[in-house]
C-alpha cells in the first residue's frame, strides 16, 4: 500500500494533522489501535478551554466527533484496529492488525502517538480497585461502568479535579485529595473550590502510606504531616502524571532531548515540527505534554509542514499560516510549557541523543 502521508495515532493532534493534508488534495491514512478516532476526547465530557480560534469552546466528545466530520469526504483511508510493528530498510511501516502484517509505503510521517499515565507507586499500589484517573474516566464516560463507590484522587492536577468532579455527577463520594505538595496543582483554581465547597478534604503534604484489601482495595493509610489516617475505599484514582509515547520514535531512529516543561524526554523537532528525519514529523503530546487547544494546534502546523513539503501549498503561504499557529500556540499554552517548546526548538541542531536506536 502506497500513501502521501501516513497519520500514526488518531486522536486530537492526529485528526487536526489529517484535515490540514487531506484537504488540500493529499492521500492520508490514519493507523490507530483503537475501533475509533478522537482518542481520549470520546471520554472527555468536560468543556474544554481554550481552543484554538477556528473552534468554539466544546465538550471532549463533541470536538471527536467535529474533527471525524471534518475528514468525511477527503482521502483519507483509516486502518482502526490496526498498530505499526515496526519499520523495513526502504522506510516502509509494518501495519498489523492482529493477523497479517502488509507495509505501507508514505512519502511523509506524522506521529501523533499521543501520552501515558503513569501510576503512583506505594504498598500494594497493584491491587484491584487502584487505577489511574484516566482508566476511571474512560470506565465512567466510555464503557458506562461504576468504578466504585467511595473514592479517594492521589494528585490534584486540573485532570484529576476534572475526574474527582465526574466521578461525583455519577454518584461516586469522593472522600478526600491526597496530594504529596503543600498545595493544590490545578491551575483552574475554580475547580478545586468546587471540591472544597463539596466538603472534600485535600490533604496536603500527604501520601498512601499503605492500601489493604481482600482481593481488591477495601481500605487505605494515609500519612499526613503530624497522623496517620485510614479511609475506607473501593476506588483509588491516581494521577502520575504524563509522559509521550516514543517507541515509534526509537523505531526510526529520531534524535531525542530534555525538557522537563515537555514530560522529559521528547523526540527533537523544529518549528515546523519535523524530528530529525526528514520524512517524519510530529504532532501532540509525543511533542511534549499539553493541553487540548495546543495538541490541535501542533497537528496544524505539522500537517500544513507536511503540505509543503509535498508540494500541495507553497512556502510562502505555509510559512505565513505557520507563523500565525506558533503565535495561537503561544497565547493559547501555559507559559511553562511553551517556554519549554521554544528551548526545545533551539537544540534541533545539537540534540542530547543521536543515532542511539536501531531504526
Known amino acids: 500500500m502506497k500513501?502521501?502521508?501516513l497519520i500514526i495515532g488518531g486522536g486530537p493532534a492526529g485528526l487536526s494533522?489529517?484535515?490540514e493534508t487531506a484537504s488540500r488534495g493529499l492521500d492520508v491514512t490514519i493507523v490507530d489501535e483503537a475501533s475509533q478516532l478522537g482518542g481520549q476526547l470520546n471520554q472527555q465530557t468536560q468543556v474544554l478551554r481554550p481552543l484554538p480560534s477556528v473552534y468554539e469552546p466544546m465538550r471532549g466528545f463533541e470536538l471527536a466527533n467535529k474533527l471525524i466530520e471534518q475528514i468525511k469526504g477527503f482521502?483519507?483511508?483509516?486502518?482502526l484496529n490496526h498498530r505499526v510493528v515496526g519499520f523495513y530498510a526502504d522506510g516502509s511501516a509494518g501495519i498489523t492488525d492482529e493477523e497479517n502484517v502488509f507495509p505501507?509505503?508514505?512519502?511523509?510521517?506524522?506521529?501523533?502517538?499521543?501520552?501515558?499515565?503513569?501510576?503512583?507507586a506505594f504498598p500494594k499500589w497493584t491491587m484491584p480497585g487502584i487505577m489511574t484517573i484516566g482508566a476511571a474516566q474512560t470506565l465512567i464516560n466510555r464503557d458506562f461502568v461504576m468504578p466504585g463507590k467511595e473514592a479517594v484522587i492521589v494528585?490534584?492536577?486540573?485532570f484529576a479535579m476534572e475526574t474527582a468532579i465526574q466521578l461525583m455527577d455519577v454518584g461516586i463520594r469522593v472522600k478526600a485529595i491526597i496530594e504529596k505538595q503543600s498545595g493544590a496543582l490545578a491551575k483552574e483554581q475554580e475547580?478545586?473550590?468546587?471540591?472544597?465547597?463539596?466538603?472534600?478534604?485535600?490533604?496536603?503534604?500527604?501520601?498512601i502510606k499503605e492500601a489493604r484489601g481482600n482481593g481488591q482495595v477495601e481500605q487505605i493509610d494515609i500519612e499526613l504531616p503530624d497522623e496517620v489516617i485510614t479511609l475506607s475505599v473501593d476506588l483509588v484514582c491516581?494521577?502520575?502524571?504524563?509522559?509521550?509515547?516514543?517507541?515509534?520514535?526509537?523505531?526510526?531512529?529520531?534524535?531525542?532531548?530534555?525538557?522537563?516543561?515537555l514530560g522529559g524526554w521528547v523526540p527533537q523537532y523544529n518549528h515546523t515540527l519535523q524530528t530529525g528525519r526528514e520524512d517524519v514529523y510530529l504532532a501532540g503530546n509525543a511533542a511534549g505534554i499539553s493541553t487540548q487547544g495546543p495538541l490541535l494546534l501542533t497537528g496544524m502546523i505539522a500537517?500544513?509542514?507536511?503540505?509543503?513539503?509535498?508540494?500541495?501549498?507553497?512556502?510562502?503561504?505555509?510559512?505565513?499560516?505557520?507563523?500565525?499557529?506558533?503565535?495561537?500556540l503561544g497565547l493559547l499554552e501555559d507559559k511553562e510549557v511553551y517556554s519549554g517548546r521554544i528551548k526545545h526548538l533551539e537544540n534541533f541542531t545539537s540534540p542530547l541523543l543521536k543515532d542511539q536506536f536501531i531504526s
Open 104 to 120: 505501507v509505503k508514505a512519502k511523509k510521517i506524522i506521529v501523533a502517538s499521543g501520552a501515558a499515565e503513569k501510576a503512583v
Open 303 to 328: 500537517g500544513i509542514s507536511v503540505s509543503e513539503e509535498l508540494q500541495a501549498i507553497s512556502p510562502a503561504e505555509a510559512n505565513e499560516m505557520r507563523e500565525a499557529l506558533w503565535k495561537e
Open 3 to 5: 500513501t502521501d502521508v
Open 155 to 158: 494528585g490534584s492536577s486540573d
Open 238 to 261: 491516581m494521577d502520575g502524571g504524563r509522559a509521550p509515547i516514543l517507541d515509534v520514535f526509537y523505531q526510526l531512529g529520531c534524535s531525542f532531548g530534555f525538557q522537563e516543561e
Open 17 to 19: 494533522a489529517a484535515i
Open 75 to 79: 482521502n483519507v483511508r483509516l486502518l
Open 191 to 207: 475547580k478545586a473550590s468546587e471540591l472544597s465547597k463539596n466538603g472534600i478534604p485535600f490533604y496536603f503534604n500527604s501520601f
